[in-house]
């Protein structure tokens, strides 16, 4: 805490001097910060900013020349510059920075000021930290914040949760910022506490494994379909025009194109196969699992992620671990096509698991999510916008408690119609030794929850029989207990 403080006294240098009162702060000039201020701007609020970077501050002055801003490296100056109450994004890493800003502020601050945290923060930090401020009268709101730097610069989707009264105060604000689709703001009050940032967790959730899909989808298409880069472009490009539209089908389409600029051939073929993380899908896997609410392909996405990081490993394992495999013969066209459709059925398997999670832990913390206005404000804006949430808003508008988004009659006329492509490319992917970990949970996330009797009756039995837990019977009543013989 003391670091932060000192930095921000040691440069205590205006950029912009003359005495203005500003309508929207933000803490934290890195890219998002900075682009997203600017946006603000664009929509007629003067702005200013707060950095400790002397360079940061100065790149908001440049960028936002003949616009009401400010950027300053000076704390006491920053708040003092803003009208009451103030408006206070933080775009910092998430973490203890967040707190260390939120302790400088508050030496500031005055009752009714609104502090908004626009980072990855993990939900319980938030739900301390409104407790915290709470008890000094200054109200904030946690806010899940998605579309990477484009997004904040021209329009990303907001997930403000926590106290209803701040985001009164900014709602205007944040929905002229906010990506609109049919006019419509990419914004809304999500609920109570964490309930902002715990949607955006979801959102990153379903994120890993749309991502993990689209990679196995690679690794078929070009493995087993003998796609170059160029054809893998079109299939992609295709798939973007159709069901598939998404923003995460079409950047995968566009990397196809892009050549190395540090050596001969295209860039894809020259990046490490190791996935960074920072955390948002292993907490959402992590907080599935504390309520008991299965999210399978998230959770295998997680675990590739893990798997990819262990190269070393897996270079070794490569010569010891040799299998003959045997590669399928396939017609290029009728394998995209079956891999398109795939792709269709395990995304609708993802989305499924993250709004089920979503439910219940809705349920579980008191948020009052509504999932409807959660799939609304994913349509545009965020990493995981996709035509198909257009039909999930739907299905939560035709019934609020639907209790899985496959049993809803579009998507479950899609699944039907598109399982027996993703059971063919599974079957060809084992043959030819290839992982489809979550294209395989996605199949059996289907298969299992349409099973009116799965084999778990014998796991309560193993269960009684080696330690009296008990099990209930199909035809009676009531708590049996056997003496095994
Ligand atoms: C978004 C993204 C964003 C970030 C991811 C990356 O919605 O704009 O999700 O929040 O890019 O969190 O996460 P990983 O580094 O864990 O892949």
Redesign the pocket.
Known sequence: MRIIANIFKKNQINIMSKKQFYDFGMVGLGVMGRNFLLNVADHGYSIIGLDTDKEQAQALVEEAEGKPAKATTDMKDFVASLKTPRKIMLLVPAGKVVDIVIDGLLKHLEPNDVIIDGG?SFFEDTERRLEYLKEKKVTFLGVG????AK?ARFG?SIMPGGSKQAYNKVKKILEAVSAKVNDEPCVAYMGKGSAGNYV?MV??GI??AMMQLLAESYDILKNIGGLNNEELHQAYKKYNRGKLKSFLVEITAEIFTQKDDLGKGMLIDKILDK???????KWTSQNAMDFGIPVPTIDAAVTMRGISSLKNERLAASKILKVRSSKPKVDKNKLVKEVGDALFFAFITAYSQGMALLADASKEKGFGLDLEATARIWRGG??IRAALLEDIRKAFSNDANLPNLMVDNTFAKHLKSNHNSLRSIIKKSIDAGIPTLAFSTSLSYFDAYRDGRLPLNLTQAQRDHFGSHTYERIDKDGIFHTEWE
């Open positions: 990855n914040v998605s579309g990477g997004g990303p955006k959102h990153n994120e890993y996935a960074k993380q920072k955390g948002t899908g965020c990493i």
